[in-house]
């Protein structure tokens, strides 16, 4: 399916969902990148899903995960509703088995466990976009990361989002009494804090990219898999493989990656 198509599709679908022009960067990702297998986490009506299941349709092969949590039900129209009549339903898989993706990955990771305690990645592009707090995403990220394949791509939504500016006129935002928050909590923009101080600062990733403030990728280097089982987050500490030279290796990479942001937003869609 052509972008125009699906762009066209998703106008018809009522909020929340990304807006076309990020639709499109999504689409060249996919179509540029040809991953295989898709996470995301925070399906609402299955938006950013028909862009990225059209991608995958296009390539005419591949299959997303999409998890929500049974906290909240998106209806007129459901998620599985707009792939239906998209015709993307069999590129789609969606999850809503627990009351928060970061369960949803507790149990990714303990189906992934190999027998000597290390993960194996599974997912190819993961795109975050639900609770847009520190505590979930914070613990999303860090398992999200364990499941990423190396060469593979991590995207975060509303990296400038927070509570004071974003959800000014409502007492709770997915269960989370704004009140009660600290003011630092209610100012501060949680994902771009995750983006900075738990992905930027992983050796594992080595190249970051963020467009218009709001969109954080990050991509898991395709040498990670050396890393694996020393790494910070991605495994055994007490492996010896990987120890602190490569540790340092990966973190000049990491600072490469950093320096050239242009060179690497040309690398996610080929613009
Ligand atoms: C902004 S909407 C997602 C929009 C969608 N990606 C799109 O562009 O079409 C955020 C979603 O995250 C879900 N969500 C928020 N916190 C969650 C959590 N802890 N676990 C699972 N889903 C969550 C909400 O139910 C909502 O569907």
Redesign the pocket.
């Known amino acids: 399916m052509e972008f125009e198509e699906a762009a066209r599709i998703?106008e018809e679908?009522p909020p929340?969902?990304?807006p076309a022009s990020?639709?499109q960067l999504l689409y060249e990702h996919i179509r540029k990148n040809r991953p295989e297998n898709l996470l995301?986490?925070?399906?609402?009506?299955?938006?950013?899903?028909?862009?990225l299941a059209s991608a995958l349709e296009a390539n005419g092969t591949g299959h997303l995960t999409?998890?929500?949590?049974t906290?909240?039900h998106?209806k007129d129209p459901t998620?599985q509703e707009v792939l239906e009549k998209a015709g993307l339903s069999h590129r789609v898989t969606f999850d809503k088995h627990?009351?928060?993706?970061?369960?949803?990955l507790k149990a990714e990771i303990e189906k992934c466990l190999n027998d000597d305690g290390s993960v194996r990645p599974e997912y190819d592009f993961i795109?975050l976009?639900?609770?847009?707090?520190w505590s979930?995403?914070g613990i999303?990220v860090v398992t999200m990361e364990k499941l990423l394949k190396p060469g593979g791509w991590l995207l975060l939504?509303?990296l400038g989002w927070n509570y004071e500016k974003h959800a000014a006129d409502t007492p709770f935002h997915?269960?989370i009494e704004i009140a009660k928050l600290s003011p630092e909590e209610r100012s501060e923009p949680h994902l771009r804090r995750i983006f900075d101080l738990l992905i930027r600062t992983n050796p594992v990733f080595d190249q970051f990219v963020i467009q218009d403030g709001w969109w954080g990728w990050a991509r898991k280097s395709p040498d990670a898999g050396q890393l694996a089982s020393g790494g910070v987050l991605s495994g055994r500490a007490t492996d010896k493989v990987g120890g602190a030279s490569s540790l340092r290796r990966y973190a000049g990479k990491a600072r490469r990656g950093l320096r050239d942001p242009r060179r690497a937003a040309a690398r996610l869609t080929g613009r």
């Open positions: 998703v679908v929340p969902h990304i990020r639709g995301e986490l925070g399906t609402a009506r299955g938006g950013s899903a028909v862009f999409t998890v929500d949590s906290r909240w998106w998620p627990f009351s928060t993706y970061t369960w949803f795109f976009d639900g609770a847009k707090n979930t995403d999303a939504d509303d997915y269960e």
